[in-house]
Nanobody
Framework: QVQLVESGGGSVQAGGSLRLSCAVSGYSDVKFCLGWFRRASGKEREGVATLDFIGRTIHEDSVKGRFTISRDDSKNTLYLQMNSLKPEDTAMYYC????????????????????WGQGTQVTVSS
């Protein structure tokens, strides 16, 4: 069973930075799509960034140039570096994984991801 455990959330002032981590375990010889999603209070969950098995990334328009998704295969860990944070980035952030990578780009649609972490809260104050 694939398990995802996020960490690194917290409270920061606008303009600050945070790095979220997601430890991925419980798999072997699987080619994953990996992603970060977020849900702000009263809103639907939305895709933030995705990373496919060969390292291609997609970042949602509102975070381009500020957030970067990456992974460290030696640590089985997915990261989201968040810089220049804005109050509108306040949300619960979730990491997600799906083992059905077929060679294409990993999109930002949550229904394409099978496994989810429990989430970590990010709060940005003005």
């Amino acid at each position: 069973q694939v398990q995802l455990v996020e960490s690194g959330g917290g409270s920061v002032q606008a303009g600050g930075s945070l790095r979220l981590s997601c430890a991925v375990s419980g798999y072997s010889d699987v080619k994953f799509c990996l992603g970060w999603f977020r849900r702000a209070s009263g809103k639907e969950r939305e895709g933030v960034a995705t990373l496919d098995f060969i390292g291609r990334t997609i970042h949602e328009d509102s975070v381009k140039g500020r957030f970067t998704i990456s992974r460290d295969d030696s640590k089985n860990t997915l990261y989201l570096q968040m810089n220049s944070l804005k109050p509108e980035d306040t949300a619960m952030y979730y990491c997600a994984a799906d083992p059905r990578w077929d060679g294409g780009w990993c999109g930002l649609e949550e229904e394409a991801f099978r496994y989810w972490g429990q989430g970590t809260q990010v709060t940005v104050s003005s």
